[in-house]
Structures are given as C-alpha cells and as structure tokens.
C-alpha cells in the first residue's frame, strides 16, 4: 500500500482515483472545486479544497511524505507546471505529471516532473492499434518498440504446441500466457498445447509483433 497524493479532480483524476482505492492505496486528494471534491469523497483516504499553486498550501499538505505526487490538472497548463515545479522544490519524492502535447511534456520534465503521462494519446495509440485489426484484442506499451498483446491463435496454430511453432526462436516473441473464458494459465511450457477458443498474451517487438501474426 502507498500513500499518494492526486492534485486535480477531472475525469482523468476521478478514475485514477477509483482505481487506486480499488488497489487499497491511501489517497489525499485535491483540487479547488469543492464540487470535484466532493464527488471522489467516498473512495479516497482524505481530500481538500485547495490551490496547488500555492507553496504555503502544498507545504501544509507534507508533500515529501507521500510515496508519489500526481498532477492531473487540465485545461490550465500554467497551474499543471507551478504545481509540478513545487511539488518537486517542496521534497516530493516521485512527481507524475499529465500532458496533452509534446511540448507540455518538455517543460514538465524540465521543472520537476519524473515522469509523464498523455492520457488521449495514450488511448488514441491504444484504440487506433486495438480496432484496427481483428486478431489484437488487447494492447500494452512498455516502450516505443515494445508491447504486451492479447491475440487470437491463428487458425494454423490450433491443436500445435507451443514447442512446435516456436515464434520465440522464428521471431524473438515470448509466449506469456494463455486465456481462455476470462482466465489467464501463465503455466505454460513447450508442450502446452494451443486450442481454439483461447488467445494469447505475446510480448516483444511491435514490428516483430506485426509480422508474426500479420497484422
């Protein structure tokens, strides 16, 4: 469990919120709307109305207490970068701040952001790859060149064991699991055979990736 505090309370900070009470993380939340306050009342630790531009504010708040500090401000990226700038000044161990554009990203990083997240771009890649073929049925980015995918099993590849396909060796992919009925068998072996009516969780390359499985 960790104690994070979550600076703006739009859509994008209601579901960080929820989900992070659904992990059992301790959750200070705050944003200067009392309507948006009130709204995430029941599924975080503790909230406050409050201006994040404001040092004297933020340092009531013991900002270096938490385990990691993120700014989901949007619409007024000059708030975004004061609190990103602060937060970091006032000891925050890890500042994660929100972007919408290149650019935005740049300045965060350069004024105390550790690390930053583009939440529409992030679901437009994710959407664009998802619907774009009819074998993905999930995806992950964990780099620009890398990614975990959920894929149907090619017609050719059922009743064969994963030993005999061997995409590890023909195309440097790791098999990580197997899912069949919403049920996820991470015990596989060579000899596992691929069935029909299950999908696969794959991790490597994208291009290596889109190659294998022709996408």
Known sequence: MKSILLIGLGRFGRH???????????VMAIDSNEDRVNAVL???????????????FLRSLG?????????????????SLETTSLLKELGAKLVVSRAERD????????????????PEKQL??????????????????????HAIMEVTIPPEWTDRTIGEINIRKKYNINILALKK???????????????????????GKYASIQKCFRL
């Not at 960080?16 to 301790?26: F, R, W």
């Not at 900002?63 to 708030?79: K, L």
């Not at 650019?103 to 583009?118: H, I, M, P, S, T």
């Open 16 to 26: 960080i919120a929820q989900e992070l009470n659904e992990l059992g993380h301790q």
């Open 63 to 79: 900002v270096g207490n938490f385990d990691v500090c993120i700014v989901t401000i949007g619409g007024n990226f000059q708030n």
């Open 124 to 145: 437009a890649k994710w959407a664009a790859i998802r619907y774009s073929s009819e074998h993905i049925l999930d995806y992950i980015e964990l780099q620009d060149d």
């Open 42 to 56: 029941s599924y975080v630790t503790n909230a406050q109305i409050g201006d994040s531009t404001s040092e004297y």
């Open 103 to 118: 650019v935005q990203a740049k300045f965060l990083l350069r004024n105390g952001a550790d690390e930053v997240v583009y």
């Open 181 to 203: 009925d919403g049920k996820l068998d991470m015990s596989i072996t060579p000899d596992t055979q691929l069935c029909r009516d299950e999908s696969m969780l794959v991790l």
